[in-house]
């Protein structure tokens, strides 16, 4: 069984450009949320997916944007990047049921330094 | 709206030392509670878990977590600590229901020194 992995794992742009950064989600998982971490700070909710469906949102502009594949691996796209987007993206995955509640199990992140 | 406040930013201790990181939380509906380790370059990885049932929750390798619903707190112990253990230690929180929504903390650098 492998865990999430994200691809790449650093990454340089420059101010206005655009990004893509992805996810493999955990074998059996059909959930993936995406979190940013900015230097020195706990990670905060960007969004989740659920069976291709953004399933819930936290407070980021619609330029940062995502996808869910089949396969149930996802992309997060950033459109005219800012030096403030420059952080730890983390990706985790998870199952889906009725309890509740679902472990995220995290990936080990995608570093981006916007310059 | 739910928060969650880690009081202590850095905490440094010695070896074999007692540790306790602090974590409150606010929210007017009920929550599950949780404490993940991040060491250095690496992605988050939960240490421990509080859904339901016995107050006191306990991880494998010796940390110990308390729920406390009248003060909500949910601090994270160990009576001896060893280097291994120096890391980047963040409470969290998701709402009854609502089962993707991580909210952290800021974080607690956890620092060992020998």
């Known amino acids: 069984e492998t865990g999430v992995t994200q691809s790449p794992t650093h990454l340089i742009k420059t101010r206005g450009q655009q990004v893509t950064l992805r996810c493999s989600s955990q074998?059996?998982?059909?959930?993936v949320s995406w979190y940013q971490q900015a230097l020195g700070q706990g990670p905060q909710f960007i969004f989740q997916?659920?069976?291709?469906?953004?399933?819930g949102r936290g407070n980021f502009p619609p330029r940062f944007s995502g996808l869910q594949f089949p396969n149930y691996s996802s992309e997060l796209n950033v459109n005219a990047l800012e030096l403030d987007d420059s952080a730890l993206y983390l990706c985790?995955?998870?199952?889906?049921?009725?309890?509740?509640?679902?472990?995220?199990?995290f990936g080990p992140g995608t570093r981006l330094t916007v310059l | 709206a739910q928060s969650v406040t880690q009081l202590d930013s850095q905490v440094p201790v010695f070896e074999e030392a007692p540790v306790e990181l602090r974590c409150n939380y606010s929210?007017?509906?009920?929550?599950?509670l949780f404490w993940y380790v991040q060491y250095p370059n690496q992605g988050l990885q939960l240490l421990l878990k509080?859904?339901?049932?016995?107050?006191l929750v306990e991880s494998i390798n010796g940390f110990e977590a308390e729920f406390n619903k009248s003060q909500t707190s949910f601090h994270l112990r160990k009576p001896s600590v060893h280097i291994s253990d120096t890391a980047e230690y963040f409470c969290a929180v998701i709402r009854y229901n609502q089962g993707g929504k991580l909210i952290f903390g800021q974080g607690t650098e956890l620092s060992v020194k020998p």
């Open positions: 997916y659920y069976r291709e469906e953004e399933n």
């Open positions: 929210s007017s509906v009920s929550v599950y």
């Open positions: 509080y859904l339901s049932g016995s107050t």
């Open positions: 985790a995955s998870s199952g889906h049921g009725l309890a509740g509640y679902n472990e995220q199990f």
């Open positions: 074998s059996g998982h059909n959930t």
